[in-house]
């Protein structure tokens, strides 16, 4: 299993603005994935952040409203930017266990815009 | 592209079995997972199925059928604390078989 922390668990932030969200895992991991939440809803991927390379985005999911950077093999970061509404969210991390056949996944963060 | 159809809410009482059924559409069919979540919590991992047939881990046990594309959770001797969302997940062909696309969702509220 892998112990994931996020920060911030939490943010209240202006539209227009943006926001980076940290991801640490306490073991070296290949792959980490980025999701939302949105109230209610299911998990929808954004993208794959590998180390090394560029993330890989989803459909519906651009570089230039959620940039990734994955400096190391324990660490990634999502950055929303220029934030409305529609943002608000739970976004949470989460890694692959040996086999892909299991993820674990970060506590999230909750984002509320407004 | 992948598709996965759950109930979206069940209601069962305290000491009773509950069955939480999902459908999926993909192509590349690796296997198909569960996961439990709390409010405001986590998805916690609960099981994985890569071959037909029924897994069993403790109270819970999930089955499989890929010629139907079909699968399901089971819950037994329900507790309080097993009122959550379960959702199930795909693995398949798609970004090489390193990711997971998630069912709708499945509110479970047991009551007293």
Known sequence: ?114 | GQSLEQPSEVTAVEGAIVQINCTYQTSGFYGLSWYQQHDGGAPTFLSYNALDGLEETGRFSSFLSRSDSYGYLLLQELQMKDSASYFCAVRDAAGGGNKLTFGTGTQLKVEL
């Open chain 1, 1 to 114: 299993s892998a112990v994931i922390s996020q920060k911030p668990s939490r943010d209240i932030c202006q539209r227009g603005t943006s926001l980076t969200i940290q991801c640490q895992v306490d073991s070296q991991v290949t792959m980490m994935f980025w999701y939302r939440q949105q109230p209610g809803q299911s998990l929808t991927l954004i993208a794959t952040a590998n180390q090394g390379s560029e993330a890989t985005y989803e459909s519906g999911f651009v570089i230039d409203k959620f940039p990734i950077s994955r400096p190391n093999l324990t660490f990634s970061t999502l950055t929303v930017s220029n934030m409305s509404p529609e943002d608000s969210s739970i976004y949470l991390c989460s890694v692959a266990g040996t086999g892909y056949n299991e993820q674990f996944f970060g506590p999230g963060t909750r984002l509320t815009v407004l």
